[in-house]
């Protein structure tokens, strides 16, 4: 079993930035990619950013291309979501997810995350 653990949300306002951080415990020798979902009230899990092991390929999403940074440490077990320029829309809840499968490429599909963390709340004011 792995677990994960956020902090480092917050409320800002507006241009702001946020460094999220994820601390994975337990067996984590499994893991290959590691990721950051949103989830906005009323709205669905979205994806946001995935990184493979030992820093290989890296995905965003098109809305925070630019903006946002993920990266990890395995020697830490630690990945990091460095956030700049916050705008209102991205008010969520932040989840770490951990995929133990080894694809072909990192999934953008939270369905095929096996570990999640509880999250940790970012709120951006106007």
């Known amino acids: 079993q792995v677990q994960l653990v956020e902090s480092g949300g917050g409320l800002v306002q507006a241009g702001d930035s946020l460094r999220l951080s994820c601390e994975a415990s337990g067996r984590t020798s499994g893991i290959n990619d590691m990721g950051w979902f949103r989830q906005a009230p009323g709205k669905e899990r979205e994806f946001v950013a995935v990184?493979?092991?030992?820093?290989?390929?890296?995905y965003y999403a098109d809305s925070v291309k630019g903006r946002f940074t993920i990266s990890r440490d395995d020697a830490k077990r630690t990945v990091w979501l460095q956030m700049n320029s916050l705008k209102p829309e991205d008010t969520a809840v932040y989840y770490c997810?951990?995929?133990?499968?080894?694809?072909?490429?990192?999934?953008?599909?939270?369905?095929?995350?096996?570990?999640w963390g509880q999250g940790t709340q970012v709120t951006v004011s106007a």
């Open positions: 990184l493979r092991r030992s820093g290989g390929r890296i």
């Open positions: 997810a951990a995929d133990s499968r080894l694809r072909t490429v990192p999934s953008t599909n939270r369905l095929y995350y096996d570990y």
